[in-house]
């Protein structure tokens, strides 16, 4: 029996290295392959693309990628700004409804083809559902506000809006793409980006490759993207500190798990704002003093010791990122127990209690739902936290408005109406059932107010309004943690969902 | 046979109708899924048409089992792409960890479960014990992370995303998939370890193993000519019922290492709500566990001809 375990245990001994030789041996080839190739970035992102159409994708995080494949007339800046992009210039009519863009010379497609006027109308006619055999509107946005595209020459291309719209001009950095090419975008995006597009996997990710006509000399830097999708973050963690990828958002929890030397964590403001929606049909929620005993109640500053380090307190629905539009109301309510107890006891709740329904999907809004649950105890109000998934959230909350209160984070945009115009009573998406006349007219005003300045006051006090009338319980502008390669430079951020991967390249 | 074929059919079409059912009940849009928190009227609008959501329930069922008599399982509101596609990009993937991990369960599974019987009673068989009850208690998700840190982070072996699609290469694609069979197959082989000598031990106490020691055959024969053919009728019926258990347990291995299977592609269509690739998966992962049955009989007939007999 003795020399029988002696045999076995040997047995087992040359299954164990064999298998490790074999790992070995394969593992010496290929190894860490992507990072060391100095023109290559591998980007982490959490979620697939929707859809590879940029007039048919609807999600940021698509967005935020494509933005390297498809240019539109203008592009965002890093201030949040609006600025040329295919259109060098524009010319807006006197009554503001007329548009007149003039394109930048010798911009080509990914195909070879020369960016013209003729392309630009097909764009926006496809958006509006105008083109023979896509005659479904693509975007509510376009199809509702554009009267008609004519084509003035060949790089000078002129909407004309069915009434004064002040926020149109925002919504100029969707994609242009060629003349009839529609049909295929969603299997062969072709647009007039740095990065054109090579290959797409459903569910593993993309791979694009450096435009060298790209109208911007001297860009993209690097000549290969892969883009990974990592559906499960621990993963995505997981490859990032074996520096499988280059770069990747990740969230506050994770940091601690980042090898130091090897990633530089930027942090940035998301101009998104978090906020406790609390729904104002609530039978409680209809008294404007319970609402202004759930802010009173409230320490956003623990919150954000907590989740996220450094992120800008907020009052109202709007970031202090978009400094130009944003109405400074800080500490309008600075936390004071008593007086929300007493808030309480006059509306006749001394003993308040209500359900958080919170989307599971992301820790920031579960977490900050316990530590409110926490806080609120000291006010005598009872928080019970129900968390769901985010396609009931999205279903329930969001389009339903069945929910007591809500935890969610809302992104910014790069004009102010989308922003705001949330909460005015007629939108659809009004989940926390807002409706003040005044509000909503300041909501229409702002929508076709062509004077810059009037329309910075109308916003303004849309953002008192929301506050003063405590419409919901506004929490911060959560910190979006991206991890970058310390080798690299170039990192650029925006207010907006945008990974410029334009200026991205090895140090030398 | 025939039988067989009639009742697997009938069971196919109960569980496309639960499913169907099921669906309704659970909460969640597909189209308010797919355009999130910036809803557009236009589009919404679109997307119900397009995908027949417009339509009523029986309607819409029939029309998808018509369309299912015709091969096609129409089109994923998630991905906009037909099922068929996006199945059959994935299909290879798991039948591949599947296959693997089931032949890693059989090749390590059987010859250590015939160790530990010989070490029954020694220290060593106490040891393995206590591993195989490791192996089955521990979460594949859990042991799969601890694969990923040991072997990718600590040993740099492999990387973590070591998956490269079978059209790069076979070795490439084989070695990807080789720490998510492990992870797999982990509490597969510590059950088939178990059945194995359990199974041998019960089968070396039996009279006919006597009737042979006493005429002197070697201990050695008698295991593997005699003992071991026995002992097998229940290892294939565990055998089997691991293999589909291999086919659902890669659901979440796949996600760890993020392998495009259908496993992780189930995960997103049900988390969105999209029926359509729901029940194509469905459809397949059916006939998988069908198949898998009808090959369990076969091999029980090869190993045990009197079983043909039973028909």
């Known amino acids: ?508 | 046979m025939g039988k067989r074929i009639i009742y697997s059919f009938l069971t196919f079409l109960l569980v496309t109708i639960i499913i169907f059912i099921f669906f309704q009940f659970i909460p969640g849009d597909p189209v308010l899924s797919k355009i999130g928190l910036e809803p557009d009227p236009a589009l919404e609008a679109i997307l119900r048409a397009e995908f027949g959501l417009d339509r009523p329930l029986p309607e819409r069922y029939l029309r998808w089992l018509g369309n299912l008599a015709r091969l096609d399982m129409g089109t994923s509101i998630r991905f906009n792409q037909p099922v068929n596609k996006l199945i059959a990009a994935r299909l290879p993937n798991t039948v591949a960890l599947a296959v693997l991990s089931f032949i890693l369960v059989a090749a390590a599974g059987i010859p250590l479960g015939i160790l530990a019987a010989k070490l029954n009673d020694t220290k060593a068989g106490t040891l393995f014990n206590a591993i195989t009850q490791i192996g089955i208690a521990i979460p594949a998700f859990f042991f799969a992370m601890i694969l990923i840190i040991i072997v990718s982070i600590k040993l740099k072996l492999v990387p973590v995303t070591a998956y490269v699609p079978m059209s790069k290469g076979f070795f490439p694609f084989l070695r990807g998939m080789l720490l998510p069979a492990i992870a797999v197959s982990f509490s597969g082989i510590s059950i088939t370890v178990r059945y194995v000598r359990n199974s041998i031990i019960e089968e070396l106490e039996s009279n006919y193993v006597l009737a042979a020691k006493n005429k002197g055959v070697k201990s050695g024969d008698i295991l593997y000519k005699h003992v071991l053919r026995n002992a097998m009728i229940p290892i294939v019926t565990i055998l089997g019922m691991i293999f589909v258990s291999i086919v659902t347990g890669s659901i979440v291995i796949e996600t760890v290492f993020s392998i495009p299977g259908i496993g992780s592609l189930l995960i997103a269509a049900i988390k969105t709500s999209d029926l359509p690739l729901t029940q194509g998966i469905c459809v397949y992962i059916s006939i998988v566990v069908i198949f898998a049955y009808l090959l369990l009989d076969i091999i029980y007939m090869l190993i045990d001809p009197r079983i043909r007999l039973k028909e």
């Open chain 1, 1 to 508: 029996m003795k020399t029988n375990s002696f045999q076995s245990t040997l047995v087992f001994l040359l299954l164990v290295s064999a298998l490790s030789g074999f790992l070995t041996a394969c593992g010496a080839k290929n190894g860490q392959e992507a990072t060391t190739k100095a023109s290559k970035i591998v980007v982490g992102i959490p979620q697939d693309f929707d859809s590879l159409d940029p007039h048919i994708a609807q999600a940021s995080g698509t967005e935020e990628i494509m933005f390297n494949v498809f240019t539109g007339l203008t592009m965002p800046s890093t201030a949040g700004e609006l600025v040329p992009a295919l259109a060098e210039k524009w010319e807006i009519s006197a009554d503001s409804t007329a548009y007149t863009f003039y394109l930048r010379k010798g911009v080509k497609f990914h195909n070879g083809s020369n960016l013209s006027a003729a392309d630009v109308k097909y764009s926006y006619d496809r958006l509006c559902g105008k083109i023979p055999g896509e005659e479904k509107a693509l975007k509510s946005t376009f199809a509702n506000v554009v009267k008609e595209v004519e084509v003035l020459n060949d790089s000078t291309v002129k909407i004309v809006l069915k009434s004064r719209n002040a926020k149109f001009l925002s919504d100029t950095y969707i994609g242009i793409i060629p003349k009839d090419s529609g049909p295929s975008q969603a299997s062969n995006p072709v647009g007039t980006g740095p990065y054109k597009f090579v290959d797409y996997t459903a569910g593993v990710g993309m791979n694009l490759a450096k435009f060298a006509d790209y109208y911007e000399k001297g860009l993209p830097k690097l000549d290969q993207v892969e883009i990974k999708i990592f559906a499960d973050l621990n993963a995505g963690v997981l490859a990032l500190s074996n520096r499988e990828i280059q770069f990747m958002q990740i969230v506050y929890d994770t940091i601690a798990q980042i090898p130091k030397g090897d990633f530089v964590i930027e942090q940035y403001p998301m101009n998104t704002v978090q906020l406790m929606g609390i729904n104002n049909n609530f039978k409680p929620f209809q008294d404007k003093r319970i609402r202004q005993a759930l802010n009173y109640a409230i320490d956003k500053q623990q919150i954000i010791a907590m989740l996220a380090p450094g992120a800008p307190e907020v009052d109202s629905n709007f970031s202090p990122v978009m400094a130009y539009w944003y109405e400074d109301l800080k500490d309008y309510y600075s936390r004071d127990v008593e007086k929300a107890k007493k808030l309480l006891a006059e509306a006749g709740y001394p003993n308040l209690s209500f359900t958080i329904k919170v989307p599971g999907e992301y820790p920031i809004h579960v977490n900050a739902a316990q530590i409110i649950e926490q806080q609120y105890k000291d006010a005598g109000i009872t928080v019970k936290i129900q968390v769901v998934d985010w396609n009931t959230w999205l279903t329930e909350v969001y389009a339903g408005r069945n929910h007591e209160a809500t935890i969610i984070g809302l992104t910014g945009k790069l004009d102010p109406d989308n922003i705001l115009k949330r909460f005015s009573s007629g939108y659809s998406r009004n989940f926390i059932n807002f409706n003040n006349p005044r509000y909503d007219q300041l909501i229409k005003d702002g929508e076709v107010e062509s004077n810059a300045a009037k329309r910075v006051e109308i916003y303004k006090e849309a953002q008192r309004i929301l506050t003063e009338e405590a419409a919901s319980v506004f929490i911060m502008d959560p910190i979006n943690y991206v991890a970058v390669d310390a080798r690299m430079e170039g990192f650029k951020y925006y207010p907006i969902y945008f990974i410029d991967l334009r200026y991205l390249n090895y140090k030398n």
